[in-house]
């Protein structure tokens, strides 16, 4: 079955003198598993960006919530973010975007591109079906495509037309709900599109509704990623931080493939959690793209966590990496500046003798290190918490009559390609603590 989005000239102006149609949202029939058999894991989507108007991919602007993409890949990629739920869809559904196809793949590569099989009339574009063993879009290369942000009159917008196919792909069918008259306010679905497109790139309430009505509603206790942060490398360890994470979960990673059943590459499978973290090695076919944490035994999937796979944007870094940030306080006692450091030997597995040194500090006094797999910048009575909560504290003795300490930081194999951050503390009798800046390290094996 081909479902398909048209293009009506002066679709406005014909329709104006009718009546408004109420009819809600329509549904194919199926939905778009997260199972690991059967039709297996049905949420992931990609694009064979072979669109031939220069106009298609002229948006050259990157941006952290789209690492790795621009032009119509970064176009489809946000077209189906606004399904997800965290969201505009706000329901128990998330697209999973693996990245860039070589080929437009077959009727279940749940794949875009762009072509002209197919394509006659008013049609912009459509989805083959039945979905729920996988889908197809083919974009008709008859239209002028344009990347966006914005759209010229006579142009079609791929971001708005892909949001709309996308609902096709989810499950659903064509609405009647503001479809006629003005473009603002257009639903998603309307059959037709309502000038360039772009006003159907996010969803009204009859598009959530029939969202809602195939995949529920969010449910409280929905696996949802908060942040990033440890290594961004391959083969480094990142630490997903969180909420609603079961004991073990699969993390599943883009991976620029076609699969979708099966053993899926990106996907690290049985990955040990608490409630609120996982810590996991990136594989070696993760690409820039997203991070989910997918839970196929309670039938959940997170939202999915943009990540720009090789960079330090996490904070991470190549290994060896040392970078301070934040600043130090005077002490009460020194009347100097406290100031982190490492003592000038690389933070390897390979060496046992790496060291944080502090300088600075008030003498003979009670010093913590505080360790944090993340960064924070958290103003508190005695000055600012450089480490992210949860931290380990840990009592390193008094400093020496000089206002100085060194503590070796012995480094294990797992702690290879991770990023820790650090912060000294040193009793101060009239401001509680005097603290350091912050320093970041990326170990090496
Ligand atoms: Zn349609």
Redesign the pocket.
């Known amino acids: 079955m081909k479902?398909?989005?048209?293009f009506v000239a002066f679709a406005a102006a014909a329709l104006f003198s009718l009546p408004t149609l109420s009819t809600g949202y329509s549904l194919i029939g199926g939905n778009l598993g997260i199972g690991t058999s059967g039709n297996g894991y049905q949420r992931d989507f990609r694009i064979f960006n072979n669109a031939a108007d220069s106009t298609a991919n002229d948006n050259g602007t990157t941006s952290a919530s789209y690492p790795g993409a621009t032009g119509a890949k970064q176009a489809v990629w946000k077209a189906g973010e606004v399904w997800n739920s965290n969201k505009d869809g706000n329901a128990n559904f998330d697209f999973d975007f693996q990245g860039s196809a070589t080929a437009a793949g077959g009727l279940n590569g749940n794949t875009f591109s762009w072509g002209t099989s197919g394509c006659s009339g008013g049609t912009l574009a459509?989805?083959q079906t039945p979905i729920s063993d996988g889908w197809n879009i083919l974009m008709c290369e008859s239209w002028t495509w344009n990347d966006g942000p914005t759209v010229s009159g006579g142009q079609i917008d791929i971001q708005g037309v892909a949001a709309?196919?996308l609902?096709?792909a989810l499950g659903l069918?064509?609405s009647a709900v503001s479809c006629s008259g003005s473009c603002v306010n257009v639903t998603t679905?309307c059959?037709t599109i309502c000038g360039t497109g772009v006003e159907q790139r996010s969803l009204q309430a009859d598009d959530k509704s029939g969202l809602a009505a195939i995949y529920g509603a969010k449910p409280a206790n929905k696996p949802t990623i908060t942040g990033l942060s440890g290594s961004f490398l391959t083969g480094g360890t990142l630490v997903i931080t969180g909420t609603n994470f079961p004991s073990t979960v699969n993390v599943k990673f883009s991976a620029a493939t076609t699969t979708n059943t099966g053993t899926i590459p990106g996907v690290v499978y049985n990955v040990a959690a608490t409630t609120t973290s996982v810590s996991v090695t990136i594989p070696a076919t993760a690409v820039d793209g997203n991070v989910l944490v997918w839970a196929p035994s309670i039938s959940r999937l997170s939202n999915p966590f943009p990540i720009d796979i090789g960079s330090s944007g996490g904070g991470g870094g190549p290994c060896g990496t040392i970078a301070n940030y934040g600043s130090g306080s005077v002490g009460s006692l020194s009347g100097t500046v406290a100031n982190i450091a490492t003592n000038g030997t690389s933070p390897s597995a390979s060496n046992t003798n790496f060291a944080l040194t502090l300088t600075g500090g008030n003498a003979n006094q009670t010093c913590l290190l505080l360790s944090s797999p993340g960064q924070a910048t958290a103003p508190q009575l005695w000055g600012t918490l450089y480490v992210r909560f949860p931290y380990t504290s840990t009592n390193v003795g008094a400093t020496t009559a000089t206002g100085t300490k060194s503590q070796v930081i012995p480094v294990s194999a797992a702690m290879v390609g991770t990023t820790q951050y650090f912060q000294y503390l040193v009793f101060d009798p009239s401001a509680g603590y005097q603290h350091t800046g912050g320093l970041r390290v990326t170990y090496c094996p």
């Open positions: 479902l398909q989005l048209s459509y989805t709309h196919e609902g096709h069918g064509h679905m059959p």
